[in-house]
């Protein structure tokens, strides 16, 4: 069950998407976590970013590990069955830098997108 609200996560997806859409945005497929925080410390001051970063920071730690297993789940590390397993390996790795890791996440929309499905959620309305 996902302890997160869908919409969260759309409204993620959708600034993502815009985040990642911009010019001189660019991250490699294998784009490491370091990586991923010094490319986006660059865009500080974008505020798509910024506005990002600011609603995940204001998830519970809780549903902030529900976001980053979400998004596992969306991109095949683990499938809907193992909703448990990928939310506590979240859990337990979960960093003061949840935003800058998915947001550093080469196609972090579309996982997350494909995760709420497979979780049976639409941002469709």
């Not at 993502?16 to 945005?25: C, D, I, L, Q, S």
Request: aromatic share 8%; net charge negative.
């Amino acid at each position: 069950m996902l302890d997160l609200n869908p919409e969260i996560v759309c409204f993620i997806i959708d600034k993502a998407h815009e985040f990642h859409a911009k010019e001189g945005v660019v991250l490699p497929e294998d784009a490491s976590t370091d990586w991923g925080v010094q490319m986006l410390a660059n865009h500080a001051d974008d505020l798509t970013f910024a506005e990002v970063k600011s609603t995940i920071e204001d998830l519970e730690p809780d549903q902030q590990a529900a976001l980053v297993a979400l998004m596992w789940v969306g991109r095949g590390d683990f499938d809907a069955s193992e909703w448990e397993a990928a939310l506590q390996e979240a859990r337990t790795n979960l960093t003061d830098h949840t935003a800058e890791y998915l947001m550093g996440t080469p196609l972090v929309a579309d996982y997350l997108e494909e995760g709420l499905t497979q979780m049976g959620y639409s941002c469709e309305e």
